[in-house]
């Protein structure tokens, strides 16, 4: 798992028929203290995450796990928006 | 997944039996403001792309996820063709990019 912060989102109407009712967001990793660290991807939506919001999002064939298909193209979901992180810096 | 364009088609007769009847197209990643980077992947097309199309590829055990691509030997299909993208957040992008 791992923290992102979602920055925007993208409209596919022509996409996998499965996710047809999910968002896809762009979302840049970061880490404990906020700093982007990497590239921005792009992530199914499970949560109703909107942009600006910190969340956390699973990667590999798991990310089809909260989708209520077994079988999706997906490597990367969201699946929870953080309240608040507390970390010994 | 990730941004890519396709900027190109692979064809091969010799190759593994469970490959045959794939497409694959050349996708190249592309940036926020639609740059395109160094790394592309040869992608299993699983929703009609032509190319010069931005879509967004779905790799590793990922890309086995779907009718055609089960238990082959693929590790990157395109699962969507972009229509439009909005990166409102200022610092990340300065105009709002519209594809279509």
Do not use: C
């Not at chain 1, 762009?26 to 499970?46: C, L, M, S």
């Not at chain 2, 396709?6 to 926020?32: H, M, Y």
């Amino acid at each position: 798992m791992f923290l992102g912060k979602v920055i925007g989102n993208v409209w596919a109407t022509q996409k996998y028929e499965a996710l047809h009712a999910f968002k896809l967001m762009f979302v840049q990793p970061i880490n404990g203290e906020n700093e982007n660290i990497g590239e921005p991807i792009v992530a199914v939506d499970t949560v109703g995450a909107g942009p600006g919001e910190i969340i956390y999002y699973i990667t590999a064939s798991e990310a089809v796990i909260p989708l209520p298909v077994d079988m999706a193209p997906v490597d990367a979901s969201i699946v929870g928006i953080v309240d608040t992180i507390n970390m010994k810096s | 997944m990730f941004l890519g364009r396709i900027i190109g088609t692979v064809w091969s007769t010799k190759k593994d039996e469970n490959l045959i009847g794939a497409k694959f197209l050349i996708v190249r990643q592309l940036d926020l403001k639609l740059k395109e980077k160094d790394n592309f992947v040869i992608a299993v097309d699983s929703v009609g792309a032509g190319e010069g199309e931005i879509v967004l590829v779905a790799t590793g055990s990922s890309a086995r996820q779907t009718e055609f691509t089960k238990n082959k030997p693929v590790d990157a299909v395109i699962m969507a063709i972009v229509d439009k993208f909005d990166v409102p957040l200022k610092k990340y992008l300065q105009e709002q990019e519209n594809l279509t």
